[in-house]
């Protein structure tokens, strides 16, 4: 899978440029993170082609492109550090590991960065180098996340397609936020148009301001046209004794400048980010049954709120993809035998439940089942006639 060996690459590159970031400087953030994009470039170009002719082999030396351009000795170790690492990494290494390796790199990893954050703490201008090295942690912990669940699925046997199309879209959020807090021209133009869209949800508003300014103009002309006698207020004692009135307060007309506003996009993106790691750490993952000779992943019937019974449920289709058919089909089993007032449990496995379901349907129960466990945890994958199969013996219940 191309997506989950990119996601390595930018674990591995990330993981790289931010330690090293951390302590040398030799360039803008701009151009570092064009040398990163460039990098995690040339190493998958590699992975890919080096299998197509050994000319493509010394492909691998564009890794010292940047040479051309950045100019200086600090560049020159930067440089002849992550090239020579990462082409060790790509031979040796590179989708060869288990996802219990994975999880306890990311964890010395971790330890690194606190002990690099600390030793870098003793030298001056501690600011400039966190703000030089903050896309690249972000992109390795975000990546080595979604790294160690890509894994996890593929091993527990999941559909291979469907993490695939996840992968990109947690690879495009990733992409979005490294360019906003890496390029400074990108991050001008999403305030740019945060702002331009801040003053089209308020255009509602400004109209009706204008029309309720309108009306008052028109009031008041005629009241100039048939003016009326005002109502003076009446004098009250002033219960002080001063015989002054109170004195106005000033009041300061508050403008937002464009700071406020990069504040608040990154503020909202650092948010977002944070809360698709809470989904993925904390709340992601079915519950699993190590028993078998295989992790069990239990579907389970979603608590839905009571609503009113409508004709047409367009939420509750048939999949189009065979797998997610055998899911669906199996989901449908599970409700089915809730409505035959046969009590599951969070613990029971679809070993027991099958023994549930024997009770009150003699017949169909245990190929179901079958057809379930061998398209979720087989190595092949369902096909149309197994989904065609598993739905007849649904409706045969």
Same mark, same amino acid.
């Given at each position: 899978?191309?997506?989950?060996?990119?996601?390595?690459?930018?674990?591995?590159?990330?993981?790289?440029?931010?330690?090293?970031?951390?302590?040398?400087?030799?360039?803008?953030?701009?151009?570092?993170?064009?040398?990163?994009?460039?990098?995690?470039?040339?190493?998958?170009?590699?992975?890919?082609?080096?299998?197509?002719?050994?000319?493509?082999?010394?492909?691998?030396?564009?890794?010292?492109?940047?040479?051309?351009?950045?100019?200086?000795?600090?560049?020159?170790?930067?440089? /002849?550090?992550?090239?020579?690492?990462?082409?060790?990494?790509?031979?040796?290494?590179?989708?060869?590991?288990?996802?219990?390796?994975?999880?306890?790199?990311?964890?010395?990893?971790?330890?690194?960065?606190?002990?690099?954050?600390?030793?870098?703490?003793?030298?001056?201008?501690?600011?400039?180098?966190?703000?030089?090295?903050?896309?690249?942690?972000?992109?390795?912990?975000?990546?080595?996340?979604?790294?160690?669940?890509?894994?996890?699925?593929?091993?527990?046997?999941?559909?291979?397609?469907?993490?695939?199309?996840?992968?990109?879209?947690?690879?495009?959020?990733?992409?979005?936020?490294?360019?906003?807090?890496?390029?400074?021209?990108?991050?001008?133009?999403?305030?740019?148009?945060?702002?331009?869209?801040?003053?089209?949800?308020? /255009?509602?508003?400004?109209?009706?301001?204008?029309?309720?300014?309108?009306?008052?103009?028109?009031?008041?002309?005629?009241?100039?046209?048939?003016?009326?006698?005002?109502?003076?207020?009446?004098?009250?004692?002033?219960?002080?004794?001063?015989?002054?009135?109170?004195?106005?307060?000033?009041?300061?007309?508050?403008?937002?400048?464009?700071?406020?506003?990069?504040?608040?996009?990154?503020?909202?993106?650092?948010?977002?980010?944070?809360?698709?790691?809470?989904?993925?750490?904390?709340?992601?993952?079915?519950?699993?049954?190590?028993?078998?000779?295989?992790?069990?992943?239990?579907?389970?019937?979603?608590?839905?709120?009571?609503?009113?019974?409508?004709?047409?449920?367009?939420?509750?289709?048939?999949?189009?993809?065979?797998?997610?058919?055998?899911?669906?089909?199996?989901?449908?089993?599970?409700?089915?035998?809730?409505?035959?007032?046969?009590?599951?449990?969070?613990?029971?496995?679809?070993?027991?439940?099958?023994?549930?379901?024997?009770?009150?349907?003699?017949?169909?129960?245990?190929?179901?089942?079958?057809?379930?466990?061998?398209?979720?945890?087989?190595?092949?994958?369902?096909?149309?006639?197994?989904?065609?199969?598993?739905?007849?013996?649904?409706?045969?219940?």
């Amino acid at each position: 899978m191309l997506s989950v060996i990119l996601l390595e690459l930018l674990s591995v590159t990330s993981l790289l440029y931010s330690l090293l970031l951390i302590f040398l400087d030799f360039a803008p953030v701009e151009s570092m993170a064009l040398t990163f994009t460039w990098t995690v470039a040339v190493c998958m170009f590699y992975y890919v082609s080096r299998r197509w002719a050994k000319i493509f082999y010394g492909s691998i030396l564009l890794l010292l492109a940047p040479l051309l351009i950045f100019k200086g000795r600090i560049a020159l170790v930067f440089i /002849l550090i992550t090239a020579p690492l990462l082409f060790v990494y790509i031979e040796r290494f590179l989708h060869k590991g288990s996802r219990s390796e994975y999880v306890n790199n990311f964890k010395k990893a971790a330890l690194i960065f606190i002990a690099a954050l600390y030793l870098r703490w003793i030298l001056p201008n501690i600011g400039k180098a966190i703000v030089l090295a903050a896309p690249f942690i972000f992109v390795y912990f975000l990546s080595t996340i979604l790294l160690i669940r890509s894994i996890r699925h593929i091993e527990a046997g999941m559909e291979i397609r469907r993490l695939q199309r996840s992968n990109v879209r947690y690879l495009i959020f990733m992409a979005t936020v490294f360019l906003l807090t890496a390029v400074e021209q990108v991050r001008a133009f999403f305030v740019l148009v945060a702002k331009r869209f801040v003053a089209l949800l308020f /255009l509602p508003v400004q109209l009706l301001l204008k029309l309720l300014e309108w009306v008052a103009e028109i009031l008041h002309r005629l009241d100039i046209k048939n003016p009326s006698k005002p109502w003076i207020m009446p004098e009250f004692p002033d219960p002080e004794g001063t015989g002054e009135p109170p004195p106005a307060e000033a009041v300061e007309e508050v403008i937002a400048t464009p700071g406020i506003f990069e504040k608040v996009l990154i503020a909202l993106l650092v948010a977002a980010a944070l809360f698709i790691l809470y989904k993925m750490i904390v709340n992601a993952g079915q519950r699993s049954y190590q028993g078998l000779d295989y992790i069990e992943e239990r579907e389970y019937i979603k608590k839905k709120r009571k609503r009113r019974k409508r004709r047409f449920l367009f939420w509750d289709k048939l999949p189009a993809e065979p797998g997610e058919q055998v899911r669906y089909y199996y989901r449908k089993f599970l409700e089915k035998l809730v409505t035959k007032k046969v009590e599951l449990t969070k613990a029971d496995t679809s070993l027991v439940i099958q023994e549930k379901a024997e009770i009150v349907f003699p017949q169909g129960p245990e190929e179901i089942r079958d057809i379930y466990i061998a398209s979720r945890y087989g190595e092949k994958e369902a096909d149309s006639a197994t989904a065609a199969q598993i739905g007849q013996l649904y409706k045969d219940l």
